[in-house]
């Protein structure tokens, strides 16, 4: 099925795209029927191992990359939602993508070949500075996201991947938040490193507190500085 004229306002406002002219090589890529996946759940469309597989960008859905793992199962490294992309890290390398892509919801997903990039890179200096900028914003947030792996507890990684991003805390008028959290328990383990019961626990530490409201499809944090503070105590550490 083609892109929708909604599919492809939601390209033009993702991350990458967003602002830029989108005349010439852009809009024929955009357009490309043979660039555009409609995916139902539970589709696979990149498999680990694929060499210069180009770049993806989600205009509608949710995405897990999955790697394997020694014992023959499975680790969520990330999930990309809309307006996100995935496989940045391959381009112009040509080396083998480290994880499978998946959909977790239906979704629809523009493919740019590597060429295409090319092209696009060509074409236009705010789109190549862009993609610099992604792309150092991708190495910093992987560098947080090991740190937090290696140094803080369960409760402290659910809160700085949930709440924070591995970034500083979210600033609200009133101090608090709410947060709709559409993931599978299982699946948030997973990308946590966490174990599910460890991470029932974490969500657990935190409700006895008072730190957090389980409400249905998600939480509410009466006191985001609070919860930061329990969780990094001596400050966050970015």
């Known amino acids: ?26 809009e024929a890529a955009l357009r490309a029927r043979e660039h555009q996946l409609s995916l139902p759940d539970e589709a696979v ?12 960008l989600v205009a509608h859905g949710t995405v897990e990359l999955v790697a394997s793992t020694p014992e023959g199962g499975e680790k969520i490294i990330e999930f990309v ?19 499978s892509a998946r959909t977790i919801t239906p979704a629809a997903v523009l493919h740019v070949p590597e060429a295409v990039i090319g092209d696009w890179l060509t074409a236009s ?16 947030y992987l560098q947080k996201d090991l740190v937090t792996f290696c140094t803080k507890s ?23 938040l709410s947060l709709n959290i559409t993931l599978p328990r299982n699946k ?11 991470l029932s626990r974490a969500f657990n530490e935190l409700e006895k507190q008072g730190l957090i409201v389980k409400r249905r499809g998600g939480i509410f944090i009466p006191d ?15």
């Not at 099925?1 to 852009?26: E, K, N």
């Not at 985001?224 to 970015?238: E, F, M, N, R």
Request: proline residues 7%; neutral net charge; aromatic residues 10%.
């Open 81 to 99: 939602r809309a307006g996100g992309l995935l496989a940045e890290e391959t381009l112009f390398n040509g080396r083998p993508c480290q994880y």
């Open 125 to 140: 200096r705010p789109f190549a500075f862009r993609l610099m900028g992604i792309l150092a914003e991708r190495t910093d």
């Open 188 to 198: 948030l383990a997973s990308r946590l490193g966490v174990s599910d019961s460890h």
């Open 45 to 56: 469309f990149l498999k680990a191992g694929a060499i210069s597989p180009g770049l993806y």
């Open 154 to 176: 369960a409760a402290a990684r659910l809160v700085c991947y949930l709440v924070c991003q591995f970034d500083k805390a979210p600033c609200t008028p009133d101090g608090s």
């Open 224 to 238: 985001v500085p609070a919860l930061s503070k329990y969780v990094c105590p001596a400050g966050c550490d970015w």
């Open 1 to 26: 099925m083609a892109f929708s004229d909604t599919d492809i306002s939601l390209l033009c406002t993702s991350t990458l795209l967003r602002g830029l002219p989108l005349d010439g090589v852009f």
